[in-house]
């Protein structure tokens, strides 16, 4: 079958890759000119990096990512006042876990795919008509195609599921935070593979030194407002007047914003659907489930859904109805599990209260206990999900 996939983040690609395996013909379209560069760090863990095992990509993401050696929580003086090595904790993951630049993680899933697989940048879909066959798909900039599935992988804010399914309101939840991440270069002091929080009432600060001099920020805030989509200015200016007044290097943080190389901002929200298909036209990562990035674990359930999507293609021999209903039914609680528990973490980065927050501090501090880390994150390193057997390659592709 001929599928197009919008989108070349995280789970497009994925897809892609699978779909070309099992021999049907996947073309991407992604609206960024490129593949986007830089930005912020996720951890990756759990069935997510058995798929990118599978896809043979592990050694690429070992040697792109980082392992951190303690994450520590400090005073607005600097001072270190609670910390624990998260090492212990990831062994439990049989060393399966890794923190990588969002942009390392796609970058090496496009390279898994095959040279055949057509990827278009600078476009987008404007139309899409399922006339029962066909998917007939009008793009924003080249000549109308047909295509046999398209499957919508742009990400929370999703424009395939705003003209199959309709507006993102009817499907997020917003959870009271906003997010801000970006990088600079030649930012000091650094604390190599050290995760450095500052938590106050309403909004955290977290800095990690990444390689070639840059460092990661990312600020985390009670927010129930709007953010400004784009123009990067209005961002910085709503990032200052929040943040203005906080202590310890925030003012030095937010004085080097305008040589941010990327600059992300957004509220944390997650995406809750009855359905992920509507005819030809399926959903899948964020566009489909985002968990939010409070659930740490977005990207990794992006691969395993594309994963699981392939696989229930190819075993249902073209018949897409029987597929789509598959993909649903086996990971829709597992995602709804995540989802839920993710709504409660938000205390964890930006606490409501003085209350909230000693708990929280308290908490960061009994990790340096290994067996109080494991009983408190092991079980969440643990993914209740059983992934079926990968796609038969076609003969073409094996
Ligand atoms: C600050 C932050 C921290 C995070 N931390 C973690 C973490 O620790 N662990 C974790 O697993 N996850 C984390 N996540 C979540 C993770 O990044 C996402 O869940 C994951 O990227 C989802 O993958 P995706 O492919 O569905 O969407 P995306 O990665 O968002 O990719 C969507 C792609 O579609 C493209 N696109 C968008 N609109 C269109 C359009 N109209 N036409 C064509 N292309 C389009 C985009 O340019 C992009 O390339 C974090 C997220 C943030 C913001």
Redesign the pocket.
């Known amino acids: 079958m001929r599928i197009l996939i919008?989108?070349?983040?995280?789970?497009?690609?994925?897809l892609a890759y699978w779909l070309h395996r099992a021999g049907h013909e996947p073309v991407i379209?992604?609206?960024?000119p490129a593949?986007?560069d830089g930005?912020?760090?996720?951890?990756?863990?759990g069935s997510?990096f058995d798929v990118a095992d599978r896809m043979g990509i592990v050694p690429r993401l070992v040697e792109r990512g980082y392992v951190m050696r303690e994450v520590r929580e400090v005073s607005d003086s600097g001072r270190r006042i609670a910390h624990f090595d998260p090492r212990p904790v990831i062994g439990t993951a049989g060393g399966r876990y890794v923190?990588i630049a969002?942009a390392d993680?796609?970058g090496a899933i496009c390279d898994a795919l095959d040279d055949e697989v057509e990827m278009i940048f600078g476009?987008?879909?404007r139309s899409l008509r399922d006339d029962g066959t066909k998917v007939q798909v009008e793009f924003e900039h080249r000549a109308p195609q047909e295509f046999d599935l398209v499957v919508g992988?742009?990400?929370?804010?999703?424009?395939?599921r705003a003209l199959a399914f309709g507006p993102e309101e009817q499907f997020a939840r917003e959870l009271g935070i906003a997010?801000?991440?970006f990088d600079l270069d030649g930012y000091r002091p650094r604390d190599e593979l050290v995760a450095v929080t500052r938590t106050q009432v309403g909004v955290q600060t977290l800095r990690v030194a990444l390689r070639d001099d840059a460092t990661m920020f990312?600020f985390?805030f009670r927010h129930d407002g709007e953010v400004p989509a784009d123009g990067e200015a209005a961002q910085r200016e709503l990032l200052r007047s929040r943040l203005s007044g906080l202590k310890w290097e925030v003012p030095a943080i937010l004085a080097r914003l305008p040589e941010a190389r990327t600059l992300?901002l957004?509220r944390?929200s997650q995406i809750r659907m009855p359905s992920w298909s509507s005819g030809r036209i399926a959903l899948?990562?964020?566009?489909?489930a985002?968990?939010?990035?409070l659930?740490?674990?977005?990207?990794?359930?992006?691969?395993v859904?594309?994963y699981v999507l392939a696989g229930e293609l190819s075993r249902a021999d073209g018949d897409h109805r029987v597929a789509f209903s598959a993909y649903r039914s086996r990971l829709a609680s597992v995602v709804s599990t995540k989802q839920d528990a993710a709504v409660g973490l938000g205390a964890a980065f930006a606490p409501r209260n003085g209350m909230q927050l000693l708990l929280r501090n308290t908490v960061v501090a009994l990790m340096a206990i290994p067996l109080v880390a494991r009983l408190a994150m092991g079980h969440s390193l643990r993914d209740p999900i059983e992934l079926p057997a990968p796609p038969e390659p076609h003969a073409a592709a094996a």
């Open positions: 919008v989108g070349a983040g995280i789970a497009g690609p994925t379209v992604e609206h960024a593949l986007r930005g912020y760090l996720v951890d990756f863990w997510g923190s969002r993680l796609a476009d987008t879909v992988a742009d990400g929370l804010h999703s424009r395939v997010v801000a991440a990312c985390m992300y957004d944390a899948v990562g964020d566009a489909a985002c968990p939010s990035l659930a740490g674990q977005g990207s990794a359930l992006a691969m859904e594309a």
